[in-house]
């Protein structure tokens, strides 16, 4: 099992501090011997999830910037990164892995769901919040992903058409569901990290499961998908 090259970490920090156009042409095959062996990375975090759920996509992400509407116009990223998504309409939910040097992370759950999703979410929160509470306090989960939501994008009081007086307000606010495990430089380069990142993973899959049955039916719980 792999982890990442301190490489790409001392490559990441000298673009960070020579972000342009003619640094980055002058040390791109070394740009592309590295992306190789991220690449391989994904691929084997890849082949251990699969050992246990079924993944539709790997997704590296380009390091090129889209600086079309962004006051920032370095043109390229300071990390890479990696996502995972689950095969078909059953299994929801995915995850990510983002490489940058002292700021390192996986996270995994529904980042900015479309907003027939968003509203199905809230309305299971508003009937009932004790099972998602139950799978935030789980133990081995909450030591890892901590017990609440990443405050990505909130709401300031309450979602039109909720009360900001219910019970389960901090977590029908959220316009993300999604959680995060901080990375530092000794854990992202051992050798064991792509093992590690997978077991990471495998505790996300009791709150996927659950949010996969919220998901895929409707508020009586009858099943959304086509036989």
């Not at 907003?115 to 809230?122: G, M, N, Q, Y």
């Given at each position: 099992?792999?982890?990442?090259?301190?490489?790409?970490?001392?490559?990441?920090?000298?673009?960070?501090?020579?972000?342009?156009?003619?640094?980055?042409?002058?040390?791109?095959?070394?740009?592309?011997?590295?992306?190789?062996?991220?690449?391989?990375?994904?691929?084997?975090?890849?082949?251990?999830?699969?050992?246990?759920?079924?993944?539709?996509?790997?997704?590296?992400?380009?390091?090129?910037?889209?600086?079309?509407?962004?006051?920032?116009?370095?043109?390229?990223?300071?990390?890479?990164?990696?996502?995972?998504?689950?095969?078909?309409?059953?299994?929801?939910?995915?995850?990510?892995?983002?490489?940058?040097?002292?700021?390192?992370?996986?996270?995994?759950?529904?980042?900015?769901?479309?907003?027939?999703?968003?509203?199905?979410?809230?309305?299971?929160?508003?009937?009932?919040?004790?099972?998602?509470?139950?799978?935030?306090?789980?133990?081995?989960?909450?030591?890892?992903?901590?017990?609440?939501?990443?405050?990505?994008?909130?709401?300031?009081?309450?979602?039109?058409?909720?009360?900001?007086?219910?019970?389960?307000?901090?977590?029908?606010?959220?316009?993300?569901?999604?959680?995060?495990?901080?990375?530092?430089?000794?854990?992202?380069?051992?050798?064991?990290f792509s093992k590690k990142v997978v077991e990471y993973y495998e505790l996300l899959r009791p709150y996927f499961n659950y949010m996969s049955d919220v998901l895929t039916t409707d508020l009586n719980g009858v099943s959304l998908l086509k036989e």
């Amino acid at each position: 099992m792999a982890g990442v090259a301190t490489d790409l970490l001392d490559f990441l920090d000298e673009l960070k501090e020579n972000n342009h156009r003619d640094w980055f042409e002058e040390h791109k095959p070394t740009f592309k011997k590295l992306e190789v062996d991220f690449k391989a990375l994904g691929t084997e975090i890849l082949e251990g999830l699969n050992q246990t759920d079924s993944i539709e996509k790997m997704k590296v992400f380009r390091i090129y910037k889209d600086v079309r509407f962004s006051k920032d116009k370095t043109p390229y990223k300071t990390n890479r990164s990696i996502s995972f998504s689950r095969e078909g309409a059953a299994l929801r939910g995915g995850y990510y892995l983002h490489i940058e040097p002292a700021n390192s992370f996986i996270a995994g759950g529904f980042f900015s769901p479309n907003p027939a999703d968003l509203l199905r979410i809230r309305k299971e929160f508003e009937m009932d919040d004790q099972e998602i509470r139950a799978l935030m306090a789980n133990k081995k989960f909450s030591k890892v992903f901590g017990s609440t939501f990443v405050p990505y994008a909130q709401v300031k009081t309450a979602p039109k058409g909720f009360s900001k007086d219910h019970a389960a307000i901090d977590l029908i606010k959220n316009k993300s569901f999604f959680f995060e495990k901080k990375l530092t430089n000794s854990e992202i380069t051992a050798t064991d990290f792509s093992k590690k990142v997978v077991e990471y993973y495998e505790l996300l899959r009791p709150y996927f499961n659950y949010m996969s049955d919220v998901l895929t039916t409707d508020l009586n719980g009858v099943s959304l998908l086509k036989e």
